[in-house]
């Protein structure tokens, strides 16, 4: 878990007034939003798919610049640069897809 807190939505920009929305990064709104985001899970497990959902509740993947998101490894104590189809941590660069990118695609397409 991630001890940073938000004020405003890494979604909308909307400030954030609930202590577990500030947690998250998200509002409600946005959090259900990137739920139920429409993206190819087939590729992926389910472990894969629990872990881009943490990150992202987390608030650890944040959007830098166009579809290039920064994310924090679980360890806390790396960035790592992602992009919906790669991403610069040790799987990302084996070509393995990682759950960092499924994160930036939930995260695109909520
Ligand atoms: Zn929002
Ligand atoms: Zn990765």
Redesign the pocket.
């Known amino acids: 878990m991630q001890n940073t807190t938000h004020t ?7 400030p ?1 007034t609930s202590a577990k929305s500030q947690a998250a990064g ?2 409600p ?3 259900r ?1 990137i739920r139920r985001a429409q993206v190819e899970l087939t590729d992926y497990k389910a472990h894969q798919v629990a872990s881009a959902i943490d990150l992202i509740e987390d608030g650890a993947i944040v959007l830098i610049r166009d579809q290039v998101f920064a994310a924090v490894s679980t360890d806390g104590t790396e960035t790592h640069l992602v992009h919906p189809a790669a991403c610069n941590c040790k799987a990302g660069l084996r070509g393995t897809r990682c759950y960092h990118q499924l994160a930036a695609r939930m995260l695109l397409a909520a």
């Open positions: 405003h939505c890494l979604r909308c920009g909307r954030l998200y509002g709104t946005c959090a939003h």
